[in-house]
C-alpha cells in the first residue's frame, strides 16, 4: 500500500518536532507536520522558556536588594510588565521561527492546520486537506486544567487565570490568589511575588510540592513564607465572585478578601479531545491520556504517541527523549527504548528546588537507607543579611552505598542538580562523592564534604 508521506506528526512541540526532524533528516522518511497554534509547543510559546525569561527577571528585584546590601548606591524603579511583555514575545517570535526553520531544513512539510485522525493510516485537516500516512505521532501535549465550576466566571471575563494567560496579561494585578501546590503554582507564586504583586497561595494538601522529598517541601515551603507570599496549605476555595473587574474568593479557611486575579495552576491535562483516537481504535486512559508501551507504540500498531499526551513524565526533555527514540525506532532501524530512569527536574521558585532520583520517603520504603542532609547560609546571601538556608541532601542505600537520590533547594539549584543527575545516573556511591575534592568555595562543595550520615532508616 502506498501512502502520501512516511511520517504524520500531529504537534509541533519540542516533541514532534524532534521526532520529525530526526525522521526526516536521519532516517530519509517523507515527514509532515502539521500545528494549529504556534510552532514550538507549550515549552516554547506558553512555558518553559516564557517562564524562565520572567523567573530572569522577578530575579532582579532580589539583585537590588542584594546589591544595595554590597555597597551599591542604586535608585530602583519600578518594574515595566508592558515593555517586558513585547521583548518576551518578541524573542518568542524569534523562536517560532527557529523551530520552523529547523523543519523546513530537514525537509519535514509543514500544514498550519488543525489535525484529526481520519483512520489508523489517514489525517484530516481542517483546511480539508487529507493526508494517508504509514506512521501517525501524536505529540498533541497537554492543557491547562481549570475545574469545571470556575469556568463559567472565565467565560464571562473576570479574570479567572490559568498558566496560558500570564504571559498575554494587559498589565499585572496589585494581588492575585494561586490555588494549587504543583510546579507552576510554585514558580508562578515566586515570580509574581518578585515582580511586586501581592501573592496568596492555597494548596488543598497537607504541604506543597506532593511528590518531592518530604524535608525538601517543608524547608522550600519556609523559604516561600519568608519572602512575603502568604502560604496556605490545608486551604481550597470556597467561592469566587466577581466585582468591579476583580474578584472576591471566600477560602476554607474562613478567609474572605478581594484580588484582583486568581490563577488555578489546578494541573494539566492530555490534548486528546476530538482527536479520533477513539474512532481510530485507540482507547484512552482516565484522564484522557495516549496509553503506549515502551516503544511509545499505542495498541493501533500505525499510531504512536510521545509527550505529555501520555501522561508519563510531562517534562520537555523527556517528551524529546521520546520523539528521538521513536525516530530512532521506526525509521532509522536502531531499536532504542526511552529512559525514563533517574529523570533530573528542577522547580523554578526562589530559591530553586533541583531534584533527582528517589525521595527519603520513597527510598525507606525500598531498602535500608542512610541520609545525608545539611542547611547552611549561603555566603553571597549571609552577607547581604538574608535569612534563607540553602538546603542539601544525599539519600544513600546502606546496602550498594549508590546515591539513590539528591536535593537541593539553593539559588540555581537547576544547575547543579544536572551534574547530580549525571552521577547518579552512573550508578555514584557515597564513596565516590567523598573522594571528589570540593570547588571552593561554592554551595555545591557541601554535596561532597557531608561526612556523617544525620539519620538511618
Ligand atoms: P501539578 O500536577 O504539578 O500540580 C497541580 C496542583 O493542582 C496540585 O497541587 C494539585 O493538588 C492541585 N489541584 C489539582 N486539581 C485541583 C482542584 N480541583 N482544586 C484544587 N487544587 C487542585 O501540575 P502543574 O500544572 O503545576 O504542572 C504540570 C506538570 O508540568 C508538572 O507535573 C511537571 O511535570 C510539568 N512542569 C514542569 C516544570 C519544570 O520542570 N520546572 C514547570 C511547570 C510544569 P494535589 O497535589 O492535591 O493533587
Given at each position: 500500500?502506498?501512502?502520501?508521506?512516511?511520517?504524520?506528526?500531529?504537534?509541533?512541540?519540542?516533541?514532534?518536532?524532534?521526532?520529525?526532524r530526526?525522521?526526516?533528516?536521519e532516517?530519509?522518511a517523507?515527514?509532515?507536520?502539521?500545528?494549529?497554534?504556534?510552532?514550538?509547543?507549550?515549552?516554547?510559546?506558553?512555558?518553559?522558556?516564557?517562564?524562565?525569561?520572567?523567573?530572569?527577571?522577578?530575579?532582579?528585584?532580589?539583585?537590588?536588594?542584594?546589591?544595595?546590601?554590597y555597597?551599591?548606591?542604586?535608585?530602583?524603579?519600578?518594574?515595566?510588565?508592558?515593555?517586558?511583555?513585547?521583548?518576551?514575545?518578541?524573542?518568542?517570535?524569534?523562536?517560532?521561527g527557529?523551530?520552523?526553520?529547523?523543519?523546513?531544513?530537514?525537509?519535514v512539510?509543514?500544514?498550519?492546520?488543525?489535525?484529526?485522525?481520519?483512520?489508523?493510516?489517514?489525517?484530516?485537516?481542517?483546511?480539508?486537506?487529507?493526508?494517508?500516512?504509514?506512521?501517525?505521532?501524536?505529540?498533541t501535549?497537554?492543557?491547562?486544567?481549570?475545574?469545571?465550576?470556575?469556568?463559567?466566571?472565565?467565560?464571562?471575563?473576570?479574570p479567572?487565570?490559568?498558566?496560558?494567560?500570564?504571559?498575554?496579561?494587559?498589565?499585572?494585578?496589585?494581588?492575585?490568589?494561586?490555588?494549587?501546590?504543583?510546579?507552576?503554582?510554585?514558580?508562578?507564586?515566586?515570580?509574581?511575588a518578585?515582580?511586586?504583586?501581592?501573592?496568596?497561595?492555597?494548596?488543598?494538601?497537607?504541604?506543597?510540592?506532593?511528590?518531592?522529598?518530604?524535608?525538601?517541601?517543608?524547608?522550600?515551603?519556609?523559604?516561600?513564607?519568608?519572602?512575603?507570599?502568604?502560604?496556605?496549605?490545608?486551604?481550597?476555595?470556597?467561592?469566587?465572585?466577581?466585582?468591579?473587574?476583580?474578584?472576591?474568593a471566600?477560602?476554607?479557611?474562613?478567609?474572605?478578601?478581594?484580588?484582583?486575579?486568581?490563577?488555578?495552576?489546578?494541573?494539566?491535562?492530555?490534548?486528546t479531545?476530538?482527536?479520533?483516537?477513539?474512532?481510530?481504535?485507540?482507547?484512552?486512559?482516565r484522564?484522557?491520556?495516549?496509553?503506549?508501551?515502551?516503544?511509545?507504540?499505542?495498541?493501533?500498531?500505525?499510531?504512536?504517541?510521545?509527550?505529555?499526551?501520555?501522561?508519563?513524565?510531562?517534562?520537555?526533555?523527556v517528551?524529546?527523549?521520546?520523539?528521538?527514540?521513536?525516530?530512532?525506532?521506526?525509521?532509522?532501524?536502531?531499536?532504542?527504548?526511552?529512559?525514563?530512569?533517574?529523570?533530573?527536574?528542577?522547580?523554578?521558585?526562589?530559591?530553586?528546588?533541583?531534584?533527582?532520583?528517589?525521595?527519603?520517603?520513597?527510598?525507606?520504603?525500598?531498602e535500608?537507607?542512610?541520609?545525608?542532609?545539611?542547611?547552611?547560609?549561603?555566603?553571597?546571601?549571609?552577607?547581604?543579611?538574608?535569612?534563607?538556608?540553602?538546603?542539601?541532601?544525599?539519600?544513600?542505600?546502606?546496602?550498594?552505598?549508590?546515591?539513590?537520590?539528591?536535593?537541593?533547594?539553593?539559588?540555581?539549584?537547576?544547575?547543579?542538580?544536572?551534574?547530580?543527575?549525571?552521577?547518579?545516573?552512573?550508578?555514584?556511591?557515597?564513596?565516590?562523592?567523598?573522594?571528589?575534592v570540593a570547588?571552593?568555595?561554592?554551595?555545591?562543595?557541601?554535596?561532597?564534604?557531608?561526612?556523617?550520615?544525620?539519620?538511618?532508616?
Amino acid at each position: 500500500m502506498s501512502f502520501d508521506v512516511d511520517l504524520f506528526v500531529i504537534g509541533g512541540g519540542s516533541g514532534g518536532v524532534r521526532a520529525a526532524r530526526i525522521a526526516a533528516a536521519e532516517g530519509g522518511a517523507r515527514v509532515a507536520l502539521a500545528e494549529e497554534s504556534r510552532m514550538g509547543g507549550t515549552c516554547v510559546i506558553r512555558g518553559c522558556v516564557p517562564k524562565k525569561l520572567m523567573v530572569f527577571a522577578s530575579g532582579f528585584a532580589h539583585a537590588m536588594e542584594d546589591a544595595a546590601a554590597y555597597g551599591w548606591q542604586l535608585q530602583v524603579g519600578s518594574f515595566d510588565w508592558p515593555g517586558f511583555r513585547a521583548k518576551l514575545h518578541t524573542e518568542l517570535d524569534r523562536l517560532e521561527g527557529v523551530y520552523r526553520a529547523n523543519l523546513e531544513r530537514a525537509g519535514v512539510t509543514i500544514h498550519d492546520a488543525r489535525a484529526t485522525i481520519a483512520d489508523p493510516h489517514t489525517v484530516q485537516l481542517d483546511d480539508g486537506t487529507t493526508v494517508t500516512a504509514k506512521h501517525i505521532l501524536v505529540a498533541t501535549g497537554g492543557r491547562p486544567f481549570l475545574p469545571e465550576m470556575w469556568r463559567p466566571l472565565r467565560e464571562a471575563g473576570a479574570p479567572v487565570l490559568v498558566s496560558d494567560d500570564i504571559f498575554d496579561l494587559p498589565e499585572l494585578p496589585d494581588s492575585i490568589l494561586v490555588v494549587g501546590g504543583g510546579y507552576i503554582a510554585c514558580e508562578f507564586a515566586c515570580i509574581l511575588a518578585g515582580l511586586g504583586v501581592k501573592v496568596t497561595q492555597i494548596y488543598r494538601g497537607a504541604q506543597i510540592l506532593r511528590g518531592f522529598d518530604e524535608e525538601a517541601r517543608g524547608h522550600l515551603a519556609e523559604l516561600i513564607r519568608d519572602q512575603g507570599i502568604e502560604l496556605h496549605v490545608g486551604t481550597d476555595l470556597i467561592e469566587l465572585v466577581a466585582a468591579d473587574g476583580a474578584l472576591r474568593a471566600k477560602t476554607t479557611d474562613g478567609r474572605e478578601r478581594p484580588y484582583g486575579a486568581v490563577l488555578f495552576a489546578t494541573g494539566r491535562v492530555p490534548n486528546t479531545e476530538g482527536l479520533g483516537l477513539v474512532e481510530a481504535g485507540v482507547a484512552l486512559g482516565r484522564r484522557g491520556e495516549v496509553p503506549v508501551d515502551e516503544w511509545s507504540q499505542t495498541g493501533v500498531p500505525s499510531i504512536y504517541a510521545i509527550g505529555d499526551v501520555t501522561d508519563r513524565i510531562a517534562l520537555t526533555p523527556v517528551a524529546i527523549r521520546e520523539g528521538h527514540a521513536f525516530a530512532d525506532t521506526v525509521f532509522r532501524g536502531v531499536a532504542t527504548r526511552a529512559d525514563h530512569d533517574l529523570v533530573a527536574s528542577a522547580v523554578f521558585t526562589r530559591p530553586e528546588l533541583g531534584s533527582v532520583g528517589l525521595t527519603e520517603e520513597a527510598a525507606r520504603e525500598q531498602e535500608p537507607v542512610e541520609i545525608y542532609c545539611t542547611s547552611f547560609r549561603a555566603m553571597h546571601t549571609a552577607f547581604a543579611g538574608r535569612h534563607d538556608r540553602v538546603m542539601m541532601k544525599l539519600v544513600v542505600s546502606k546496602a550498594t552505598r549508590r546515591v539513590l537520590g539528591c536535593h537541593i533547594i539553593a539559588d540555581q539549584a537547576g544547575e547543579m542538580i544536572q551534574l547530580a543527575g549525571i552521577a547518579l545516573k552512573m550508578g555514584a556511591t557515597k564513596e565516590d562523592f567523598d573522594r571528589t575534592v570540593a570547588v571552593h568555595p561554592t554551595m555545591a562543595e557541601e554535596l561532597v564534604t557531608m561526612r556523617r550520615p544525620v539519620r538511618e532508616a
